[in-house]
C-alpha cells in the first residue's frame, strides 16, 4: 500500500512555520499523522510538499529523519487543487497498489488499521471516513436508503455527511484514470479540482464505495490557527484530568 500526503497549500501558524510543523506533547503535526498512518504497515509514504516550505523550512529534511525512505514530490507553483498536486507525483501511484490519500491538517482517533481492514473486508473498491457536519468548508457525500453513495459533492453540504481527508483506493490506477477523467471534463469547483469529483467518477464506473462513519468529536480539522489552538487546549484539558 503506498500513503501520499497532500502538502500543496501553505498555511503557517503564528510562528510562521507550517501548521504541520507545530508542536503538540513535543512532537510536530507531521510526526503524529505519520505514526497514525505506519499502524496500516504501508510500503511507501510519498510527500508531496509546497517547493517553498523545502526551501525555507527544510520540511522534505525533517520527514526523513521520520522516514528515510519517503519519496518527496516538490510542488513547484500552485496547483489547481488537491487532484492536480496528487497527479504530480502520478508515477508513484499508477499502479495496482492499495492507495491511500490524506491530508496532514485532518486528524482523526479512530485506529487507521482498523478502518482499512474494514475496507478491505468489505472488499471496497473505494473507502472514505464520515462525519456530521453541514460546513461548506468540507466535502460531501449522499447516501441512499441502504447506505451506499449515489453522489459526492465539493463545499457543498449536500447531506450531513462531511469527509475527512482520508481516502482508500484498492488501485491507485483507478484514482489516476478517474482524476484525469475529472480534468478532461473541465467542471472545476471554485477554479479547483477536488478528490471528490473523482470519486463521482467511481460511482459512474459503478464501483464499490465504502463509507465509514466516525462520532464528530474524534475528527479535528487543523487548518487554522485557531482550530490548531483548540485542539492544543482540547488535549492539554483531557491529559490533565486522568
Not at 463545499?155 to 489516476?176: E, Q, R, T, W
Request: proline share 4%.
Amino acid at each position: 500500500m503506498n500513503v501520499m500526503f497532500l502538502m500543496g497549500g501553505i498555511h503557517t501558524n503564528k510562528d510562521n512555520y507550517p501548521l504541520y510543523l507545530t508542536e503538540t506533547n513535543e512532537k510536530t503535526i507531521l510526526e503524529t499523522q505519520i505514526k497514525y498512518i505506519l499502524k496500516t504497515k504501508p510500503q511507501q509514504l510519498i510527500f508531496c510538499i509546497n517547493e517553498a516550505e523545502i526551501k525555507q523550512f527544510h520540511a522534505d529534511s525533517a520527514i526523513l529523519q521520520i522516514d528515510p525512505t519517503a519519496k518527496i514530490v516538490p510542488i513547484r507553483a500552485q496547483t489547481n487543487g488537491a487532484i492536480c498536486t496528487a497527479l504530480l507525483g502520478i508515477e508513484h501511484i499508477d499502479n495496482d497498489n492499495e492507495l491511500i490519500l490524506m491530508a496532514t491538517n485532518d486528524f482523526m482517533e479512530d485506529d487507521s488499521e482498523e478502518i482499512v481492514k474494514k475496507f478491505r473486508e468489505t472488499n471496497a473498491d473505494v473507502g472514505v471516513v464520515s462525519f456530521d457536519s453541514i460546513h461548506p468548508r468540507y466535502s460531501f457525500v449522499k447516501l441512499c436508503e441502504n447506505g451506499e453513495p449515489v453522489e459526492f459533492a465539493e463545499k457543498n453540504p449536500i447531506s450531513k455527511n462531511a469527509l475527512v481527508s482520508f481516502y482508500y483506493f484498492k488501485h491507485g490506477k483507478d484514482f489516476v484514470e478517474c482524476a484525469k477523467e475529472v480534468i478532461r471534463k473541465d467542471s472545476p469547483v471554485n477554479d479547483n479540482f477536488y478528490i471528490s469529483q473523482s470519486l463521482n467518477e467511481m460511482i459512474l464506473r459503478h464501483k464499490k464505495i465504502v463509507v465509514h462513519k466516525i462520532l464528530s468529536d474524534k475528527f479535528h480539522p487543523l487548518k487554522t490557527e485557531m482550530q490548531l489552538e483548540e485542539y492544543i487546549y482540547r488535549y492539554k484539558e483531557e491529559n490533565k484530568n486522568r
